[in-house]
């Protein structure tokens, strides 16, 4: 866990499959069924991640992991918002099979923590600069 | 007077600022030497981070110590967590509608 910095933890269960539940979390039009009103999704680690949150904002990131039926990590920002800019943070979600369910445990962490434990400055500015890279690229 | 800690984050600077005392404790002269600007402007952002209770000022001898103080993010987590709520219930929703239907097929 990251010392310091942002830290939320949401854990629900689902009565549906991990196959189902992680369906929702990397296919564009079921993602955009429970958050925002568009998303485009390329789920694989370097891939972006842009959710029209209501028409006028944009959260933005990118893949850092993709593991089906179990886990996603991406990193998580809003567009033209400075308190938590695109990359700013991480969201992970990982998926538990429960009998026939699962449990879904999301955390939400960085800012600046996460940043700091990018080793400094310089490692932020990088990975700053490589998000834009893969911005620009599509 | 408190100020809005989300708000104070809004700046840059301030951001950098608070980067740097996150870990550490820095004296402001340390603070003021990490940046090519005059004393009064990272004077001023230290006193909106420290209003805004993101950053905590300690008094030592004649110098100043300053540290972040990551209480003041719980805004920003209650928000964030009364989002992820929300959405992932709807999720949830949607899920068990999907296995409901295929079931019954």
Known sequence: MIEGGLNVEVVQRIAASPATVFSYLVE????SAWMGVGAELDPRPGGRVRIDVDGEH??????????????????WG?????????????????LTPDGAGTILRLR????????????????????????AAVLNSH | MRRDPLAALSSPRRREII???WTNERSAGEI??????????????LRVLKESGLVHERRQGTSRLYRADRRALRPLE????????RDIDRLRLLA??????RSKR
Do not use: C
């Open chain 2, 32 to 45: 003021a030497r990490a940046f090519d600007v005059s004393w009064p402007a990272i004077s001023q952002n």
């Open chain 1, 58 to 75: 944009f959260a933005l990131g990118e893949f850092r992991e993709v593991d089906p039926p179990h886990r996603v990590v991406m990193s």
């Open chain 1, 28 to 31: 564009p039009a079921k993602f």
């Open chain 2, 19 to 21: 980067r740097l005392v």
């Open chain 2, 96 to 101: 068990e509608a999907e296995e409901g239907n």
């Open chain 1, 108 to 131: 939400h962490l960085g800012l600046p923590g996460e940043e700091e434990k990018r080793s400094h400055e310089g490692g932020w500015r990088q990975y700053i600069g490589k998000l």
């Open chain 1, 78 to 94: 809003w567009e033209k918002n400075d308190a938590v800019p695109p990359g700013s943070t991480i969201v992970e979600i990982t």
């Open chain 2, 78 to 85: 209650a928000y964030l967590r009364g989002m992820w709520e």
